[in-house]
């Protein structure tokens, strides 16, 4: 895989913290097993470049705003003109098409147009983003998941296409039942805090010790168990708690029963006694705490990686396991243009012409 950057600036995620050493996390964990190049779109010289790229590539991923690669004259019509088997995946704010289509987008941006921020946070209190940007990250995988059907059509047709994801589809799709409830009911959800709308109880509690456990009473057999574990067995066949439907209507009041009789227990019995119980329950981690505990570090998710300013550092790795593959780190996230000269000269460029298109400045 061979990453293109602008020569002066490159990648804004090599700007943000936090750093260590002068190098981002963000931007070091999601450009492992790649080659980086630098050139400028701007430059016809440059353009030649990609267009030689693209004549030998399987796939091409670009996410600037709908219409700049047309712009460049790098959209996918000009180049599967050479290329028919090439698939070109653009992923943008909202899509190749509609009245917004041109309309540039970030991940809380989207979080708020979608309406995903509406029914983020505690009830009436202020619209909150999501604290992981899953938007973004989300739209990756199912790009990755298009990516790879369309490869898939490809090898029974020899014909590549596009792909078109968007940060609104995907936030669309992410709603789910939020939106089915809407598009079939009219219901317009709300904000909850951690609680689910169709569920309860389901969500968090503080316990007396300060610390907050997440409880699942996810249907009417868990609700038996939690309310004799909670010595709240009378509340098991009380007609407003006896039945999910009823309990739902009845949130604020089982709640605040629940919450009250939580309170009573420190942390550690109660999950203990829950466990002991048959009740779904976690403590709230911190970041540090999931990381560290001995789950996570049993699975394969934290990897090594080899860089050559910070040595060995862990990287989040692949969160998907297989049986017969073993998706390892091979490469280092490159620094801005640290192959350019290695992927030009397998593209035929003598060493005077790379040296004449770096004096330009077309490449770094």
Avoid at 15 to 43: F, Q, S
Avoid at 45 to 69: C, H, K, P, S, Y
Avoid at 227 to 253: C, H, Q, Y
Avoid at 291 to 308: A, C, F, G, K, N
Wanted: hydrophobic share 40%; net charge neutral; glycine share 10%.
């Amino acid at each position: 895989m061979v990453k293109v950057e602008d020569p002066a600036v490159g990648d804004e995620s090599r700007t943000w913290p936090p750093h260590r050493d002068g190098e981002a996390a963000g931007y070091l964990v999601n450009n492992r097993n790649k080659r980086g190049i630098a050139v400028d779109l701007k430059a016809p010289d440059g353009v030649v470049i990609v267009r030689q790229l693209a004549r030998r590539a399987d796939v091409l991923i670009e996410n600037f705003r709908t219409g700049t690669m047309e712009e460049f004259g790098l959209g996918y019509e000009r180049l599967a003109a050479d290329n028919p088997g090439l698939v070109y995946v653009s992923v943008s704010a909202f899509g190749r098409t509609g009245p917004r289509a041109q309309g540039a987008g970030y991940e809380a941006l989207m979080q708020a147009f979608s309406g995903i921020m509406s029914i983020t946070g505690e009830p009436d209190g202020a619209p909150v983003r999501c604290g992981v940007s899953f938007l973004d990250l989300t739209t990756g995988i199912l790009c990755a998941l298009g990516t790879v059907s369309a490869l898939h059509h490809r090898a029974r047709t020899g014909l590549g296409q596009r792909v078109d994801g968007s940060l609104l589809e995907t936030a669309v799709g992410l709603l789910n039942f939020q939106a089915a409830g809407y598009l079939l009911a009219g219901v317009v959800p709300k904000p909850l805090g951690s609680a689910h709308p169709a569920l309860s109880p389901y969500r968090n509690f503080r316990c007396r010790d300060g610390q907050w456990v997440f409880i699942a009473g996810a249907n009417d057999r868990l609700w038996r168990r939690l309310t004799g574990a909670l010595d709240l067995a009378w509340m098991a066949d009380d007609p407003r708690f006896s039945i999910n439907v009823e309990r739902v209507k009845n949130r604020k009041e089982l709640e605040t029963l629940v919450g009250d009789a939580i309170a009573r227990s420190d942390r550690e019995p109660l999950l203990k006694k829950l466990e002991e119980a048959g009740v779904p329950a976690t403590p709230v981690n911190t970041v540090d705490q999931v990381l560290d505990d001995p789950q996570t570090l049993s699975r394969s998710v934290i990897r090594q990686m080899e860089h050559p300013k910070l040595g060995e550092i862990p990287v989040i790795g692949m969160p998907v396991g297989f049986s017969r593959m073993e998706p390892g780190i091979r490469r280092h996230a490159p620094a801005r243009g640290e192959h350019t000269d290695e992927v030009l000269t397998e593209l035929g460029y003598s060493r005077d012409t790379i040296a004449d298109l770096r004096a330009r400045k077309v490449i770094a």
